[in-house]
């Protein structure tokens, strides 16, 4: 007779419990849910919500909107005035009220404030560490998941310690040791150091099992693998193969040379058109253009309707020079002379030095300076992507403690426009070479509130500010110039004022930037760089790196401070 509840089912009704196909007891309720330890189970009713006790009697005399299970002894309920926990006489853990509470696992239990942080609680209600997370999962085998404001996720242990301090885009419990995280590259399995089993980066995994877990692969493969990520059984073959998705990486350029020709040629300014129609505006040679305008389709950049007319998709639009973000400038950018340079790309890394340099006896931006057409479709190129990869920089830079900044290699302004707007107190001066400052406006809006100053990174800087801003600067010069720039940045700067430097972070785990890391080199001289190598050569010239904010593109925004 006694623990009987353990073998109870609940009726098909779920009015009632069951024991051996008869009911457990006389009453019935709206709903009652699984009998948990010691001995409880939530039920609903006319009255409220409560706990039942094996006979189908009301555990205590308290009604709460919802009730649910006991775990270690305590079970979450939804008051009117909000979310707690009860004990199994029914009297409650803890004077707070929550948002939401989760239940009991290894003596902690997941808790939302009302104003939206998560926390952990412990088995006497209080709270198990200081920290506050947008989202704390359960503990299990000792650990839980939280989830900082920036959207990343990382392990803590029961008394809130980071146990590895590495954040992910997504990351799972421990289960048996290993634990199933996804970076900007793809899902994996990550040791209890929060270090990659393994290179490979998949679709989807699921946890060990035996040492072995079952993962999709980002080419739609599913397979079996091992804990060095070695397949080990082919579940399902790739939609494509190894060799078919590589000679499709090999001839990249025949797509960056088709949209390029697309753009050259004018082909989305014509459109809706028939490929006849475009043929003859864009001047193409008789019977091509049916041949482009298929080659566009396979790019997913256009597509035909009944009639034969094309129209550009959502993705081809952006190839329009007219959408506030074209990448129209930046395809003839990369068709034009990063293509051409690429093609050294060889020689650069025999050398060390740039292809681009080679190919033309002088740097690209002093090639850039006798060029009116190209600078144009240059800087046209770097304000779309400023538009675009700075879309959220001025939320994440806090500006309010500064009256005005200087954004040294600033181009056309692109960034500043955003920061200006989204702080209207603000002033701002651009500087960069005189050739590109000549021809830079500002919008009207803030025609009085941002200056363009001609100078020279390297020399000393014809403006000083308690607030710089270095965006994509950096990444275009070798270690010696990225020092040079840096020394002058110190010298505009009074002490404990603050350099924000935009740039793509390499991260040591994934290999994320290995392709634009090449392009820099090509074109350049540049690099891209670590947060360790960005702390490096920021403290040679007396700067001390703050933090690393992560934006929602490419970019990351490193504050330091000038010391
Ligand atoms: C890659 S662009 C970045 C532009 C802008 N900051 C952005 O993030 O979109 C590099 C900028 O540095 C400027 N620049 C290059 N060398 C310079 C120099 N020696 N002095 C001043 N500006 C320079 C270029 O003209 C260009 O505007």
């Given at each position: 007779?006694?623990e ?7 009726s098909e ?7 051996k ?5 006389r009453?019935?309720f ?10 409880l189970?939530?039920a609903i ?11 189908g009697?009301?555990?205590y ?9 006991y775990?270690?002894g305590?079970?979450a309920?939804?008051?009117d005035?909000g ?12 004077k707070?009220?929550y ?12 808790v ?9 609680i ?11 997370y ?18 990343k ?14 954040w ?11 634990a ?14 929060g270090m990659?089993l393994?290179r ?5 995994v ?5 040492g072995?877990?079952?993962v ?5 493969s599913?397979?079996v ?18 060799f078919?998705?590589l000679?499709?990486?090999?001839v ?15 082909v989305?300014e014509c ?6 129609e ?5 001047r193409?040679?008789?019977s ?7 080659a ?17 998709t ?5 190839l ?6 074209s990448?129209?400038d930046?395809?003839?950018?990369w068709?034009?002379?990063s293509?051409?340079s ?6 650069s ?9 080679k190919?033309h006896?002088k740097s690209?931006?002093d ?13 046209s190129a770097?304000?779309?992507?400023a ?5 959220d920089v001025?939320d994440l ?7 005005s900044i200087?954004?040294?290699g ?8 955003a920061?200006?707007r989204s702080?209207?107190e ?9 050739e590109?400052?000549?021809?830079a ?5 803030l025609a009085?509130?941002c200056?363009?100053?001609?100078g020279?990174?390297?020399?000393e800087?014809p403006?000083?500010?308690?607030a710089?801003i270095?965006?994509r600067?950096?990444h275009d010069c070798?270690n ?11 010298e505009?700067?009074p002490?404990g004022?603050t350099l ?8 040591e785990?994934?290999?994320r930037g290995?392709l ?10 540049g ?5 360790k190598?960005?702390r490096e050569?920021l403290?040679?010239e007396g700067?001390g ?15 330091a401070?000038?010391?």
């Amino acid at each position: 007779m006694k623990e009987r509840w353990r073998e109870y089912g609940i009726s098909e009704s779920a009015s009632h419990h069951v024991y051996k196909g008869r009911p457990a007891y006389r009453s019935r309720f709206d709903e009652v849910m699984k009998f948990h330890e010691p001995g409880l189970a939530p039920a609903i009713d006319g009255s409220g919500a409560y706990h039942i006790t094996a006979d189908g009697l009301p555990a205590y005399e308290s009604r709460y909107v919802s009730t649910f299970g006991y775990y270690e002894g305590r079970a979450a309920v939804h008051s009117d005035d909000g979310w707690f926990h009860i004990l199994a006489d029914g009297s409650p853990l803890y004077k707070e009220r929550y948002a939401w509470c989760g239940n009991f696992q290894e003596d902690r239990c997941a808790v939302r404030l009302r104003g939206g942080d998560y926390f952990h609680i412990i088995s006497d209600g209080l709270p198990a560490y200081r920290g506050r997370y947008r989202y704390a999962g359960d503990f299990k085998e000792g650990y839980a998941v939280v989830q900082r404001d920036d959207g990343k996720h990382t392990h803590i242990d029961a008394s809130g310690n980071l146990i590895h301090g590495r954040w992910f885009k997504d990351l799972d419990v421990f289960h048996k040791r290993y634990a199933r995280a996804c970076d900007s590259e793809g899902w994996h399995h990550v040791d209890m150091t929060g270090m990659p089993l393994y290179r490979e980066r998949f679709s989807n995994v699921e946890p060990f099992y035996n040492g072995q877990a079952r993962v999709e692969g980002l080419d739609g493969s599913l397979s079996v693998v091992n804990e060095s990520g070695l397949t080990l059984l082919e579940l399902r073959s790739p939609p494509q193969s190894h060799f078919e998705a590589l000679s499709r990486e090999m001839v990249g350029h025949w797509r960056t040379q088709t949209i390029h020709a697309a753009v050259e040629l004018g082909v989305f300014e014509c459109l809706p058109a028939s490929d006849i129609e475009v043929q003859e505006r864009t001047r193409m040679h008789r019977s091509v253009g049916a041949r482009l305008m298929r080659a566009l389709m396979e790019l997913e950049v256009v597509w035909r309707d009944v009639d034969g007319l094309y129209h550009p998709t959502n993705r081809g639009a952006l190839l329009m020079r007219s959408h506030p973000i074209s990448l129209s400038d930046a395809a003839r950018h990369w068709g034009r002379e990063s293509y051409q340079s690429w093609s050294g790309v060889v020689r650069s890394l025999q050398t060390g030095k740039s292809a681009f340099e080679k190919l033309h006896g002088k740097s690209f931006f002093d090639w850039l300076q006798d060029r009116p057409c190209d600078l144009r479709t240059y800087h046209s190129a770097m304000s779309a992507y400023a538009r675009h990869d700075y879309r959220d920089v001025s939320d994440l830079l806090e500006l309010t403690d500064h009256d005005s900044i200087l954004d040294a290699g600033g181009g056309a302004g692109e960034l500043v426009f955003a920061l200006l707007r989204s702080c209207p107190e603000l002033e701002a001066t651009i500087m960069d070479r005189a050739e590109v400052v000549e021809v830079a406006m500002p919008p009207a809006d803030l025609a009085g509130r941002c200056r363009y100053v001609a100078g020279d990174l390297f020399e000393e800087w014809p403006v000083t500010s308690d607030a710089v801003i270095l965006s994509r600067v950096i990444h275009d010069c070798p270690n010696g110039d990225a020092l040079r720039i840096l020394r002058r940045a110190r010298e505009a700067i009074p002490r404990g004022g603050t350099l924000y430097v935009i740039e793509m972070v390499l991260d040591e785990a994934t290999s994320r930037g290995g392709l634009l890391d090449l392009n820099m080199l090509v074109m350049t001289q540049g690099a891209e760089r670590t947060e360790k190598q960005f702390r490096e050569i920021l403290a040679q010239e007396g700067f001390g790196l703050l933090d690393v904010v992560e934006t929602s593109s490419v970019s990351s925004i490193l504050r330091a401070r000038a010391l």
